[in-house]
Nanobody, 121 residues
């Protein structure tokens, strides 16, 4: 079993930055892909970014150039650096992990509880 705990969310202004963390426990996730998804009120959960066990990355088009996903396997932790935040980035952000890199939420078995990110204009 893998437990994931997100942190780092908060209320910021447009143009600000935040770094989300996803701490894993229960087993090492060095061989797992990690993903970040978000869900705004009244909307479906959507893919944001993912990183494979070897460091390959994928991003949602609207966050390319602003968000960076990374991982520190020694700390069993993943990160999402978010720069130039926009009001439309407001959502609950979830991290997820599974054996294969995917942009589809249903392919991730392990999920965190989410952290709120609110960007004011």
């Amino acid at each position: 079993q893998v437990q994931l705990v997100e942190s780092g969310g908060g209320l910021v202004q447009a143009g600000d930055s935040l770094r989300l963390s996803c701490a894993a426990s229960g087993r090492t996730i060095s061989g797992f892909a990690m993903g970040w998804f978000r869900q705004a009120p009244g909307k479906e959960r959507e893919f944001v970014a993912a990183i494979s066990w070897s460091g390959g990355t994928r991003y949602k088009d609207s966050v390319k150039g602003r968000f960076t996903i990374s991982r520190d396997n020694a700390k069993n932790t993943g990160y999402l650096q978010m720069n130039s935040l926009k009001p439309e980035d407001t959502a609950v952000y979830y991290c997820a992990a599974d054996t294969g890199l995917s942009t589809w939420a249903w392919e991730y078995h392990y999920w965190g509880q989410g952290t709120q990110v609110t960007v004011s204009s």
